[in-house]
T-cell receptor, first 110, second 116 residues
Framework: EDQVTQSPEALRLQEGESSSLNCSYT??????LFWYRQDPGKGPEFLFT???AGEEKEKERLKATLTKKESFLHITAPKPEDSATYLC???????????FGTGTRLLVSP | AAGVIQSPRHLIKEKRETATLKCYPI?????VYWYQQGPGQDPQFLIS???????DKGSIPDRFSAQQFSDYHSELNMSSLELGDSALYFC???????????????FGPGTRLTVL
């Protein structure tokens, strides 16, 4: 069964304090790994798609990387507006559904 | 830019009642997905449709049914509601074709269903 585990569950950073979120996955055949941002009571907002080990993608203060077993979301010099829950999801080959992890709740203090 | 539209945004029902949730995908998106997110939990896939045909199925209870119409909007019908059905229900859509990023799904704002 496809599975996604995210750590830590919650992370508190000071503004400007860089860190990384981890997403470990097991999947029968990886079609894609996705990172989403979710604010309370809102729908997940798409950030990145990664398809193969070694791939990296960047967007503003965020950088996502992928290996054969895990993905990292690096946050460089975060700001309070980066506070949200970050969700990782995998899509297996031949399937359309996304299998999500439980997310990392990030709080960035000024 | 146009986003996924869901209605209603909030819904309160009694146990054993029925509910219908509606989803209007982004224009030119032909695939819709339904997810259920309980409090403090991750989104759980329910069902998806492509070109009005069911394309994938997850942990959708037999009490629930869904369909996609010719204009690509979708409806999730929920019967014999239980307390445990209280959750946020998200619809997502994606395009097919050469211009689409493989697998990327755009989520709507969700419908918050409360069963009393």
């Amino acid at each position: 069964e496809d599975q996604v585990t995210q750590s830590p569950e919650a992370l508190r950073l000071q503004e400007g304090e860089s860190s990384s979120l981890n997403c470990s996955y097991t999947v029968s055949g990886l079609r894609g790994l996705f990172w989403y941002r979710q604010d309370p009571g809102k729908g997940p907002e798409f950030l990145f798609t990664l398809y193969s080990a070694g791939e990296e993608k960047e967007k503003e203060r965020l950088k996502a990387t992928l290996t054969k077993k895990e993905s990292f979301l690096h946050i460089t010099a975060p700001k309070p507006e980066d506070s949200a829950t970050y969700l990782c999801a995998v899509q297996a080959t031949g399937f359309q559904k996304l299998v999500f992890g439980t997310g990392t709740r990030l709080l960035v203090s000024p | 830019a146009a986003g996924v539209i869901q209605s209603p945004r909030h819904l309160i029902k009694e146990k054993r009642e029925t509910a219908t949730l509606k989803c209007y995908p982004i224009p030119r998106h032909d695939t819709v997905y339904w997810y259920q997110q309980g409090p403090g939990q991750d989104p759980q896939f329910l069902i998806s449709f492509y070109e009005k045909m069911q394309s994938d199925k997850g942990s959708i209870p037999d009490r629930f049914s869904a369909q996609q119409f010719s204009d690509y909007h979708s409806e999730l019908n929920m019967s014999s509601l239980e307390l445990g059905d209280s959750a946020l229900y998200f619809c997502a859509s994606s395009p097919s074709g050469s211009g689409a990023i493989l697998g990327e799904q755009f989520f709507g704002p969700g419908t918050r269903l409360t069963v009393l």
